[in-house]
């Protein structure tokens, strides 16, 4: 069942991440999030367990365009000419993440409009960019269009991103 056909709680969501930690456990790895709309969601459910540091290195919480270019490098020029929910600048975004967490071994990042407002014919509200990279592999990009409430759209992006990491993490 993909993130789109599910039904969405906190408990999805957390159960989500403890798998993903059980995973990064596993395969001895280490994962940092860059987010936009779900404004650290992610990272706050990897937490939420006792213990999870042995495999969280952190999360970026980047909502300006600012805080992208600044923190984690993302050029002026690709948001400029795609914007910030794009393949191109998630991408750049879980780059950046890597980049700046050297022991993580991969890395998720999330753009979206989760409204209520700010959607456009090119970008309704719900559509949500992801990217995860892999320390020495290629990154992978990903677009969702979720449906419901600010709170929906984040929570679905949220359990996306879960699944995305552990596609990854094989």
């Given at each position: 069942?993909?993130?789109?056909?599910?039904?969405?709680?906190?408990?999805?969501?957390?159960?989500?991440?403890?798998?993903?930690?059980?995973?990064?456990?596993?395969?001895?790895?280490?994962?940092?999030?860059?987010?936009?709309?779900?404004?650290?969601?992610?990272?706050?459910?990897?937490?939420?367990?006792?213990?999870?540091?042995?495999?969280?290195?952190?999360?970026?919480?980047?909502?300006?365009?600012?805080?992208?270019?600044?923190v984690l490098g993302v050029p002026a020029?690709?948001?400029?000419?795609?914007?910030?929910?794009?393949?191109?600048?998630?991408?750049?975004?879980?780059?950046?993440?890597?980049?700046?967490?050297?022991?993580?071994?991969?890395?998720?990042?999330?753009?979206?409009?989760?409204?209520?407002?700010?959607?456009?014919?090119?970008?309704?509200?719900?559509?949500?960019?992801?990217?995860?990279?892999?320390?020495?592999?290629?990154?992978?990009?990903?677009?969702?269009?979720?449906?419901?409430?600010?709170?929906?759209?984040?929570?679905?992006?949220?359990?996306?991103?879960?699944?995305?990491?552990?596609?990854?993490?094989?």
């Amino acid at each position: 069942m993909s993130a789109a056909d599910a039904s969405f709680s906190e408990f999805s969501v957390l159960a989500a991440a403890e798998r993903t930690l059980s995973r990064l456990r596993q395969v001895k790895g280490h994962v940092v999030t860059a987010e936009s709309c779900t404004g650290g969601l992610v990272a706050a459910m990897l937490t939420h367990f006792p213990g999870s540091s042995d495999v969280t290195e952190g999360g970026f919480v980047t909502y300006s365009n600012t805080m992208k270019q600044k923190v984690l490098g993302v050029p002026a020029k690709v948001l400029e000419k795609h914007g910030a929910v794009s393949a191109q600048t998630v991408e750049k975004m879980a780059e950046g993440a890597l980049k700046a967490s050297p022991v993580a071994s991969v890395s998720v990042a999330i753009s979206g409009i989760a409204g209520p407002d700010g959607g456009t014919a090119e970008k309704p509200i719900g559509l949500v960019w992801f990217a995860t990279a892999v320390r020495n592999d290629a990154v992978i990009s990903d677009k969702q269009v979720f449906s419901g409430s600010r709170e929906d759209v984040r929570a679905q992006a949220a359990l996306h991103a879960f699944e995305l990491i552990l596609q990854r993490l094989g």
